[in-house]
């Protein structure tokens, strides 16, 4: 394909001083710096892109099913991560906006990079123009206010209301989402602040001392004000966002680390890439994922968020090459590449 054709050696080659004044070069060459040009830092992004043939527009790959769901939306380093589960209601991250966000009332915001956050007021925009009800969006604390701006600009420039509810959460805060539903902020480790977010079922369960009652003993003490159940959290999903592999060790993370399904970003994903650039742009390399697979009780993992160089055949293979015991577990998110 023409586009995998002007392949960048590295994510550093090019900076800000390779953009000349547009006006100075001829419309062919115009063309080919928008191409390969490097977008700045805040849109490219640690140094996670490259040209690659990712879109929200490419064909769409058969969806994604693990451990009973049905897992959409799409996630290329640096250019848009939004990762939907549609049965919960919930995206993480919104990326560009992929016309399937749309239908979900929640949405968790890892951190403020574009490639995660860019698409916000046109979702929340779009649910006003369908008259959908006003979606839920969770934010680090430390961006809310930000976030709050942003619509104001945006309500200034175009009269709508952009009707939304807007929650910081700060690390390690809860917040009751659905009567049977909670989410957690945890800490990962990026370039700027950012968190990710656990989802735990909460389910009442009947204490151990009752259970051999009949259902009118049980409604009984029930209705005589005595508390029959205990209330059991389960982590389900756990969303990293971008980070580096330090959110693994981190003795607060455990339940991320115990929840059915972990989405984690896998920026880069071989040798052409070494750990020690990962880290310099705060993101996780997969052989670091590879040394600490013993600490993953998952029963799976999700990896996202692949630097644009690379093609799906390359990651799939990199996965391949795990134990076996663990690449049985791990699965790519590859929509889009
Ligand atoms: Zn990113
Ligand atoms: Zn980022």
Redesign the pocket.
């Known amino acids: 394909m023409f586009r995998r054709r002007l392949h960048i050696e590295s994510p550093k080659r090019f900076n800000a001083g390779f953009l000349l004044p547009l006006a100075a070069v001829s419309p062919r060459l115009e063309t080919l710096i928008a191409l390969v040009a490097p977008m700045s830092r805040s849109t490219m ?2 140094g996670s892109g490259e040209v690659g043939s990712g879109s929200s527009s490419s064909k769409p790959k058969s969806a994604l099913h693990i451990e009973g769901y049905p897992i959409e939306g799409l996630s290329i380093g640096g250019q848009e991560t939004c990762v939907i589960f549609p049965t919960l209601k919930c995206a993480f991250d919104i990326g560009r906006c992929p016309q399937r966000a749309i239908a979900q009332d929640f949405v968790f915001i890892s ?1 403020g ?1 574009m ?2 956050i860019g698409g916000l007021p046109m979702y929340v925009a779009t649910r006003g123009l369908y008259s959908m009800k006003p979606p839920t969006i969770f934010v680090p604390a430390s961006l809310k206010e930000n976030v709050e701006r942003l619509f104001d600009v945006h309500r200034a420039m175009d009269q709508s209301e952009l009707k939304h509810n807007l929650i910081g959460l700060n690390i390690g805060e809860e917040f009751q989402i659905r009567k049977d539903l909670k989410v957690k902020a945890f800490k990962t480790y ?3 602040p ?1 968190q990710g977010y656990i989802i735990y079922t909460v389910k009442q369960k009947l204490k151990q001392e009752f259970a051999g009652l009949s259902g009118n003993e049980i409604k009984n003490l029930r209705l005589s004000g005595v508390e029959i159940t205990n209330t059991v959290t389960i982590p389900e999903i756990a969303f990293t ?2 980070t580096m592999s330090d959110f693994i060790v981190d003795p607060d993370n455990a339940d991320v680390l115990k929840a059915r399904i972990l989405v984690m970003e896998s920026t880069f994903v071989d040798d052409g890439i070494p750990i020690e650039h990962a880290r310099d742009f ?1 993101h996780t390399h997969l052989f670091e994922i590879a040394s600490y697979a013993d600490k993953f009780q998952n029963k799976a993992i999700l990896l996202i968020h692949f630097s644009a160089r690379y093609r799906p055949e390359e990651i799939e293979a990199a996965i391949a090459k795990l134990l076996p015991s663990f690449s049985s577990r791990v699965f790519a998110l590859l929509q889009g590449f």
């Open positions: 992004e640690e951190h990079h490639d995660h990026h370039a700027i950012s966002g971008d705060g």
